[in-house]
């Protein structure tokens, strides 16, 4: 159906749902016809950037289910009011591209001339070094204080001619930004394929795909050593990671870890026993990043 200005228009309906019924939620609405799903935080409250191919849930979930533009939302509105679901509300909308309506991506500034934009938006400032950013279906827009807290410490230390590991890449927000940063070869590693294709796609956006690997984590070649290893991953995965993280640093190399609440990171320290010396950490909203010098 024609929305008013000419284009297309799609029904939408809105709903909120306690995290263990999300799945059943999903069903329900994808059963019913619709043609897209988009999970949200019902609230403001922040979530630990989840492990590579799953969706990260809050405690209440709002979802987005997007419909043909004739279809008549009456029904399914009844039978969601009669479950029980919450703040239920349907709506006619205009067309956008809805895959990427739900992330957050704006201008960000991270230090020094290191911006963070969206692809097509103007440069911040004439001297601006901007990544310009499309997150797809990967998680990772700078948004969350993790990701933030590692692009700040790059913009700090950025790791010319370098080589670089990002381990867990997903959308390849720290991958690229070595390579903006100068980092001479930049392995982008994850077990998601939606990951690695949002990070080939954004080196490719960003002219860094001659620097950068993107591959599966089991896939990074054995002997590959390096300067600086990234990892905003869970705090769980970061302990079982340890000794191939360990493995594939440098005498000397830096290895920077992020993802971890701040009451997580003495076990998170403790798994890398002595082999590496820790700065004080930098501590943003409840979360921690410390970077580790391999002796």
């Not at 929305?3 to 306690?18: K, N, P, V």
């Not at 004439?126 to 700040?152: E, I, K, S």
């Not at 990234?230 to 993802?259: E, M, Y």
């Not at 990171?265 to 921690?288: R, T, Y």
């Amino acid at each position: 159906m024609d929305a008013q200005d000419g284009g297309m228009s799609w029904i939408s309906i809105e709903c909120r749902a306690a995290a263990g019924s999300h799945d059943a939620l999903c069903g329900l609405l994808e059963s019913a016809g619709a043609l897209a799903i988009t999970s949200l935080d019902a609230a403001d409250r922040p979530v630990l950037e989840p492990l590579p191919g799953q969706t990260p849930l809050w405690p209440e979930v709002c979802l987005s289910a997007l419909f043909e533009g004739d279809y008549d939302p009456a029904p399914l509105l009844a039978l969601l009011a009669s479950m029980g679901v919450a703040a239920v509300s349907g709506a006619r909308v205009a067309d956008q591209d809805w895959a990427r309506s739900g992330q957050d991506v704006r201008p960000r500034h991270f230090g020094g001339r290191l911006w963070v934009c969206p692809t097509g938006a103007a440069a911040p400032v004439p001297d601006a070094l901007v990544l310009r950013l499309d997150a797809g279906l990967a998680f990772g827009t700078g948004a969350h204080p993790t990701t933030a807290l590692c692009l700040r410490w790059l913009a700090r230390n950025p790791p010319v001619g370098g080589e670089v590991i990002d381990w867990g890449c997903g959308s390849g927000i720290l991958a690229v930004a070595a390579a903006l940063l100068g980092a001479q070869r930049v392995w982008a590693l994850d077990i998601d394929p939606q990951a690695l294709t949002a990070t080939t796609d954004n080196a490719a956006r960003n002219a860094v795909s001659d620097r950068l690997r993107v591959m599966q984590a089991e896939e990074l070649p054995a002997g590959v050593v390096a300067d600086l290893i990234l990892a905003n991953i869970l705090a769980p995965v970061l302990v079982t990671l340890a000794p191939h993280l360990l493995d594939a640093l440098r005498p000397g190399g830096a290895l920077l870890l992020s993802g971890v609440l701040e009451s997580q990171l003495p076990d998170v320290m403790a798994a890398f026993g002595s082999a590496l010396n820790f700065d004080l950490p930098i501590i943003d909203q409840g979360w921690a990043c410390v970077k580790g010098s391999k002796q």
